[in-house]
């Protein structure tokens, strides 16, 4: 009954609930989309459940900055990925005419 | 106030999963992230939640909407085999990792240990900037150079002869 408690009023438990929760919704549009750009929303959703497990850990073993210094450079690279990400998309629409990943079954057209 | 930014962020994700349309599943994305960025300043980290904003809610979400509109793609086309094995299967997954994740969460004995801590002082600019300067400048360069080449390596991949 506590441990309800602490969950719903923010404890650490109640962070590190949703950050699973939200990785698991973003593997879920990983694996039940077609469309590509779902799936990329997707991995977008999984990083950012990191994040909130990451930043949680950080505030509850005493606010140091090191937890944001690796968030600045997460998302840094998040930038990154998403950059270089959506020009693959571009790509392969380029390719294929379209971004359903069924068609993109073949690494030979 | 943690439920309400809890709630944003969940929900935002699965209507994001469920959504035909791909330019509101990205807005239901923009959802998403304002509720982690909440759950950031309720993390008494307003530094992260700004960041989180300016970066993914701006850049990242600007980006993938540009992409969407410009390949013109708003629907997700008819499937051109129904799959209901691998249905199935990944739904079985997905449940068996959040029920035995929600097991380990709420029956962990060191999560539960570290629940009394008070909040700490909120984190500003000035304490980030001496940690990032001091001890992580060489990482921070490196991180420079990788924006270099992520930026060189799109404009390569879109070009379409070089």
Request: hydrophobic share 60%; proline share 2%; net charge positive.
């Amino acid at each position: 009954m506590t441990s309800l408690h602490s969950i719903l009023s923010g404890g650490l438990q109640g962070y590190i609930l949703v950050s699973l929760l939200l990785f698991l919704t973003g593997l879920g549009a990983v694996l039940g989309r077609r469309s590509i750009l779902v799936q990329f929303m997707g991995v977008e959703l999984m990083l950012n459940a990191a994040n909130v497990a990451l930043l949680a850990f950080a505030r509850f073993r005493g606010g140091d900055a090191q937890g944001t210094v690796f968030y600045l450079f997460i998302i840094a690279v998040a930038a990154c990925e998403a950059a270089v990400g959506l020009a693959l998309v571009v790509g392969l629409y380029r390719h294929r005419q379209s971004t359903d990943t069924d068609r993109a079954d073949a690494l030979k057209q | 106030m943690f439920i309400l930014f809890a709630l944003l962020t969940l929900a935002g994700a699965v209507a994001l999963t469920f959504q035909r349309n791909l330019v509101v599943a990205g807005l239901c994305l923009v959802l998403s992230f304002m509720g982690v960025a909440g759950l950031f300043l309720l993390l008494a980290n307003p530094v992260a939640a700004a960041l989180q904003i300016i970066v993914y809610s701006g850049a990242i979400v600007v980006l993938l909407l540009f992409v969407i509109m410009l390949l013109n793609e708003h629907q997700e086309e008819p499937a051109q085999r129904s799959r209901p094995l691998q249905r199935w299967l990944s739904a079985l997954l997905l449940a068996g990792l959040a029920a035995g994740a929600v097991r380990l969460v709420t029956g962990s004995a060191a999560l539960r240990g570290l629940e009394g801590v008070p909040v700490p002082a909120a984190m500003n600019l000035d304490r980030l900037g001496q940690a990032l300067f001091s001890d992580h400048l060489l990482a921070f360069e490196v991180v420079g150079l990788l924006l270099l080449a992520a930026m060189v390596g799109a404009v390569a991949l879109v070009k379409r002869d070089l």
